[in-house]
């Protein structure tokens, strides 16, 4: 089992930078691929960005690549998503995941790929 806590999310203005973090539970984190989805009001969940277990490969979602980054440390059980550049249409409850495929290389961009959630952290950006 998987314990993941979000941290970081905030109200900032538009143009303005966030990071959120996502530290979990367990000695099985650095061999999961992880992932940020969002959801916004009245909003389906949606990928935001994803990371294999080494770090090696990264995906993004077309609406934020240029903007979000995707990054993680293993020895720390942290993953992190650096916001850039937010617009309000940014704002939304931000979840990480955790995909338990065994070292898999594969990033799924659905909610379906993943088994472990977070609880989620809000991000407001106001105009």
């Known amino acids: 089992q998987v314990q993941l806590v979000e941290s970081g999310g905030g109200l900032v203005q538009a143009g303005g930078s966030l990071r959120l973090s996502c530290t979990a539970s367990?000695?099985?984190?650095?061999?999961?691929?992880m992932g940020w989805f969002r959801q916004a009001p009245g909003k389906e969940r949606e990928f935001v960005a994803g990371?294999?277990?080494?770090?090696?490969?990264?995906r993004y979602a077309e609406s934020v690549k240029g903007r979000f980054t995707i990054s993680r440390d293993n020895a720390k059980n942290t993953v992190y998503l650096q916001t850039n550049s937010l617009k309000p249409e940014d704002t939304a409850v931000y979840y990480c995941?955790?995909?338990?495929?065994?070292?898999?290389?594969?990033?799924?961009?659905?909610?379906?790929?993943?088994?472990?959630w977070g609880q989620g952290t809000q991000v407001t950006v106001s105009s």
């Open positions: 995941a955790a995909d338990r495929s065994w070292r898999g290389v594969i990033i799924g961009i659905s909610t379906g790929a993943y088994d472990y």
């Open positions: 990371i294999i277990w080494s770090g090696g490969n990264t």
């Open positions: 367990g000695r099985t984190f650095s061999n999961y691929a």
